[in-house]
């Protein structure tokens, strides 16, 4: 049974950091994409960042770039989300996502049960 499983949530205050991980389980994701997603309340899941296989390659929505990075460990099975200089509205539920495709091209078909970001003013 394939897992994914984030980490790192939680409250801090506007200009602070968090870092969020994935860590899969149940199959490798070592040749696939992996990304994020979140969703606020009332709005839809939208698109945060996508990572390529190797690494090499990422993709951002406008609203995170310059301040949210994403990597990714394959020994480890894991994708993580630097999200800096945070915002209000950066309050989401964070989505882990990963599966076949291109990393310009998300989403894919598995999905995390997701991880509470709460910003405050």
């Known amino acids: 049974q394939v897992q994914l499983v984030e980490s790192g949530g939680g409250l801090v205050q506007a200009g602070g950091s968090l870092r969020l991980s994935c860590a899969a389980s149940?199959?490798?994701?070592?040749?696939?994409?992996m990304g994020w997603f979140r969703q606020a309340p009332g709005k839809e899941r939208e698109f945060v960042a996508t990572?390529?296989?190797?690494?090499?390659?990422?993709y951002y929505a406008d609203s995170v770039k310059g301040r949210f990075t994403i990597s990714r460990d394959n020994a480890k099975n894991t994708v993580y989300l630097q999200m800096n200089s945070l915002k209000p509205e950066d309050t989401a539920v964070y989505y882990c996502?990963?599966?076949?495709?291109?990393?310009?091209?998300?989403?894919?078909?598995?999905w995390g049960q997701g991880t509470q970001v709460t910003v405050s003013s």
């Open positions: 996502n990963a599966g076949r495709g291109s990393f310009k091209t998300p989403p894919y078909h598995y």
């Open positions: 990572i390529n296989w190797s690494g090499g390659s990422t």
């Open positions: 149940g199959r490798t994701f070592s040749s696939n994409p």
